[in-house]
RNA sequence: GCACCCGUAGUUCAAUUGGAUAGAAUAUCAGAUUCCGGUUCUGGGGGUUACAGGUUCGAGUCCUGUCGGGUGCACCA
């Protein structure tokens, strides 16, 4: 059913109560009141109209007034037919109109996509992954919500441009190249058999092993060295116990706990600052910001080798980007409009000179903007960004397809940008989703339960070909498009599997049980 | 402590954004098919939509409260 058979109804629906009812009381209608949906199988009809909201205005009871507007309708010939359940209106539309919605689809080789109207540029962000490590399942749904959100805008009328923020700077990602350093610096990925963006995870992983240790052994000494905790035989068991307690609503932490879970805290906190392996990482950052040649050769080589991985599992996904933003180009900007921001005194100064923005009144905090040596925070960063894109693109519309731990950072990024005063403040989208959780809970990549894309994908694939080739379907296709057909069933299973579930709600995803090709599944749609 | 999100068959998810008798898949049970306790077909059972109020002609959907689960509250990203 095209838009305009529907508007055509909806219109003449309109006109129908218009003049039936307004010779008594003056309405006015609104196109919302004449929503018409598709009649229920089980009903006669094509489409249905709820006459309940008018119901008061006939004086009559909902059938009564139901069959009224059926029978005007029937008498300008808009519709073949109609019949009353309750206060459902069901139509049936005259063969021929449906006939020629039918011809004129036959025709448009369009169908189905929204080309009447230039909506405008919209941009869309998703992927988004740090450097140091493979793509996991979670980046799998951020991925594929990002493309098929692009896909349905670009189908609606939007010229799309896909673009991703690479977040290639930082500790983080001095901590693999640290790792990788110390063990000889010499591996790639093709010696080492990898893909690039594996490889650097494992550096990763590595410097996590050695860091944890050190800030163990850092954390038991401290503890031995404070009056308070020296008694302790078992310091860092007490805290894993005290902070559960106090995340746990239903119990509360009496005033000897509270106070032991905060020194406890102060010293794992200093701990974790002080690790050797921690200071070395921070050691390199300075030296990557100011420039150092070394430094900087190793990290565009082992980002160059994440990048490369990374392509191999888009193309994997069957999804691409226009344009990538890069941390690294961008970390510095935004800064000159947090001094405008403080000039026009939305934002404000604290007198150790770091910026903030007061949204106390709007029910949300203060929000620090800018360090006090200067520095940009990811706030500052994501407001220069969007300025940035503003300026490249033009855009009417951008979506940010981000997890929704980040939420409350969206909430004040747009805050933030309306209160400098920029009209397309108001066209700012966040595509927040839910997390993937596993049947043991949250993927977390330091216990090693996160289920890699890489991985996955092949699994899928391989299933395919498995299940394909047990029912006898191959035929005697050539291998090149048996391994096509693999891949469209694979990848169409997983897709949907993601796919299915509103955006908003976490979703569970069991390993054992592997992504069922059976029943309400992918390989069904095609 | 404060803020935001979520609670729907045993399980994983839907429900045209406030519309008709809350639907699928899967699991389960019964029957059919059969070299098979596998596969494939057919049919059945399974629900006080977490709970209690309220708004409405009409509530899984909106409002209030309670309970349960999650996330966020850094001069990290």
């Known amino acids: 059913m095209t838009s305009t058979l529907l508007q055509q109804l909806q219109e003449a629906c309109m006109k129908a109560c218009h003049d039936l009812f307004n010779s008594r009381h003056q309405h006015i209608f609104q196109p919302a009141w004449f929503e018409l949906s598709p009649t229920r199988k089980e009903f006669e009809g094509d489409l249905t109209l709820v006459v309940f909201p008018f119901v008061k205005m006939a004086g009559a009871s909902p059938e009564q007034t139901a069959g009224l507007i059926g029978e005007e309708l029937l008498q300008r010939r808009e519709i073949e037919k109609y019949n009353v359940v309750k206060g459902f209106l069901n139509l049936t539309l005259p063969a021929v109109a449906l006939e020629n919605e039918f011809l004129s ?131 860092a068991g007490q805290l894993k116990e005290l902070s559960a307690k106090a995340s746990d609503k239903k119990s509360a932490l009496d005033v000897s706990e509270k106070l032991l879970l905060r020194q406890l805290t102060e010293i794992s906190n200093k701990a974790e600052a002080e690790a050797p392996s921690m200071l070395e990482a921070r050691e390199m950052l300075l030296k990557w910001e100011a420039g150092d040649e070394e430094t900087l050769a190793l990290w565009r080589k082992m980002n160059n080798w994440v990048y490369e991985g990374f392509s191999v599992t888009y193309q994997a996904l069957g999804v691409n980007f226009d344009t990538f933003y890069y941390e690294s180009d961008t970390y510095k900007l935004g800064k000159n409009l947090i001094d405008e921001g403080v000039s026009k005194e939305v934002f404000y100064r604290k007198p150790d000179g770091s910026a903030w923005l007061d949204l106390r009144t709007d029910g949300l905090d203060e929000k620090c903007l800018q360090r006090s040596d200067g520095t940009a925070l990811y706030m500052t960063q994501d407001i220069g960004t969007a300025v940035e ?39 700012l989208y966040h595509l927040s989703y839910g997390m993937v959780e596993l049947p043991e809970g949250k993927m977390k990549s330091r216990e090693g339960t996160v289920v890699d894309a890489d991985d996955l994908i092949e699994e899928m694939l391989h299933n395919a070909e498995e299940i394909t080739k047990e029912l006898g379907k191959t035929g005697d296709l050539p291998e090149q498009e048996q391994k096509q057909l693999f891949r469209s069933i694979g990848l169409s299973a997983l897709k949907y599997f993601i796919l299915k579930v509103d955006p908003r709600k976490k979703m569970l995803f069991n390993p054992r049980e592997s992504i069922d090709f059976h029943g309400h599944t992918g390989p069904f749609i095609l």
């Open 389 to 427: 894109r503003q300026k490249d693109t033009g855009f009417n519309q951008l979506i940010y397809v981000v997890g929704n731990e980040q939420d409350y950072h969206f909430k004040v990024l747009f805050r933030a940008l309306q209160k400098l005063g920029y009209a397309w403040a108001d066209k």
């Open 105 to 235: 689809a036959l025709q448009n080789h369009d169908f189905g996509f929204d080309k009447s109207e230039e909506k405008g540029i919209s941009v869309v962000e998703y992927s988004s992954p740090n450097t140091n490590k493979p793509l996991h399942l979670g980046h799998v749904r951020n991925i594929l919500l990002g493309h098929s959100v692009s896909a349905l805008l670009a189908h609606s009328g939007y010229k799309v441009i896909k673009t991703s923020l690479v977040n290639d700077r930082g500790v983080h990602i001095c901590k693999s190249m640290l790792a990788y350093k110390r063990a000889g610096g010499r591996d790639t990925p093709e010696s080492m058999g990898l893909k690039g963006d594996h490889l650097v995870g494992h550096f990763y992983v590595a410097f996590d092993k050695v860091y944890k240790q050190e800030v163990a052994q850092l954390f038991k000494q401290y503890c031995a060295e404070h009056a308070e905790t020296a008694a302790l035989d078992n310091p």
